[in-house]
């Protein structure tokens, strides 16, 4: 089936890193298009925004998820709408990491970390034995030195922990562009047979692009901005 632009667009911004997330480290990543390919794992998803929050969502339980727990760590943007998702196993958690996390001590099979590395020393005791941990790059330092240095410091960190994985979407491309494409291939499907859903707030043209970045600082979407260009534009 053809497929609309601005959902295919959506679908690259946002569930394929998703997508690649949930899979990062994993023993059985080649089963990863598998509808059992999660299944039974107890999963926690540590702040984000709302649209990667459920994009991660719908692939986990996909994926055959038994629960999963989404603890927000901030309360900018619109909150996640539990409504949207139906009957299915998933906890919204106060926004509280630090009393929340104490209670979390080893039961979940997978923790994705849209924080890193805010709460780190407790989100790391949050894993089972068994379990991994997949930490999202986040660079919110604009000063180069500083944040080079201070990725260095964290991702030490990160890897002295069993089964933890440092999660950078640019340098997985780069080096696994073969796998990439075949999840690609494998979101469209999906997108195809409407089994996913990309959440799109609004389309806007390159002209509206330094208002709406403005406005988006203040107040986050609740969904992808996708930025329609024509001919003229180039």
């Known amino acids: 089936a053809k497929l609309d632009p601005g959902e295919a667009t959506a679908v690259l911004s946002t569930y394929l890193p998703a997508f690649a997330m949930l899979h990062h480290g994993s023993r059985d990543r080649e089963n990863r298009h598998s ?8 999963i926690l998803l540590i702040g984000g925004d709302v649209v990667e929050q459920e994009a991660l969502i719908k692939l986990a339980f996909m994926g055959g998820a038994d629960k999963v727990s989404v603890l927000p760590v901030s309360q900018d943007g619109p ?12 906890d919204v958690l106060p926004a509280n990491p630090e009393a929340i996390l104490s209670q979390l001590e080893e039961s979940m099979d997978l923790v994705i970390d849209l924080s890193f590395p805010l709460f780190f020393a407790s989100i790391k005791s ?4 068994t379990g991994r941990l997949v930490a999202r790059k986040n660079e919110p330092n604009r000063n180069i030195l500083a944040r080079t240095v201070s990725n260095m410091v964290h991702q030490v960190a990160l890897f002295l922990v069993p089964d933890a994985y ?3 979407f640019d ?5 696994h562009n073969g796998d990439v494409k075949r999840d690609i291939q494998y979101l469209f499907r999906l997108l195809s047979n409407r089994r996913i859903r990309p959440n799109i707030d609004r389309f806007i043209t390159r002209d ?4 709406v970045t403005e406005e988006l600082q203040n107040s ?15």
């Open 126 to 129: 949050t894993v089972k034995p």
């Open 208 to 211: 509206d692009v330094s208002k």
């Open 220 to 234: 986050p979407a609740g969904g992808d901005v996708i930025c329609e260009l024509r001919c003229t534009d180039y």
């Open 35 to 42: 509808s059992s390919s999660l299944e039974g794992q107890n």
């Open 171 to 175: 340098c997985l491309s780069v080096n």
């Open 79 to 90: 909150p996640l709408e539990r409504r949207r998702f139906g009957r299915v196993n998933l």
């Open 166 to 168: 440092f999660f950078d």
